[in-house]
């Protein structure tokens, strides 16, 4: 079995691959498969281009399941929102309340809560708690969830909608 440093670096090549997948794509089929048809031989050109097109295939498949998986669950999950009441210097309670749309488009709501050490408060509250000197504060969670989303899509290329 592959020891976890192989296992790391394998996932990140995967992981920077896919996230630059088009201008791979698009390096390759400008450059380097007309260079090949040229200098080396067309048939050559062809089986590169071959490959190129077979890859794109899987790629192509997981950036759509990534759309997908993203579009369900924006219609799942309606709304969820993190409350933290800070009980002492290094705790406090944390109630997240979310509401989701189940198949029959009915919506149900769930309140969780749970005491949290101070390393486990979400930055935005921590920072707010030491800014103005408050003991509650609160975050939305779907949207702090679509912000990191979309700044990872983007960064990676993807477009996603709603």
Request: no cysteine.
């Amino acid at each position: 079995m592959p020891d976890p440093i192989t296992i790391t670096l394998i996932i990140s090549a995967a992981v920077a691959i896919l996230s630059f997948w088009p201008h791979i794509v698009s390096f390759l089929s400008e450059r380097i498969i007309p260079w090949i048809r040229e200098r080396v031989s067309h048939q050559a050109g062809e089986v590169i281009a071959d490959l190129l097109t077979y890859a794109d295939q899987g790629s192509t498949a997981v950036r759509r399941s990534v759309r997908e998986l993203w579009r369900r669950f924006r219609g799942v999950v309606v709304s969820s929102e993190m409350k933290v009441e800070r009980s002492d210097a290094s705790t406090a309670i944390a109630r997240t309340t979310t509401v989701v749309r189940d198949e029959a488009g009915e919506l149900w709501k769930g309140t969780e809560e749970r005491v949290v050490d101070w390393s486990e408060i979400p930055t935005a509250i921590r920072s707010e708690f030491i800014r103005q000197n408050t003991k509650v504060g609160s975050l939305d969670l779907v949207a702090a969830v679509e912000a990191k989303v979309r700044e990872r899509a983007e960064m990676e290329g993807m477009t996603l909608t709603n």
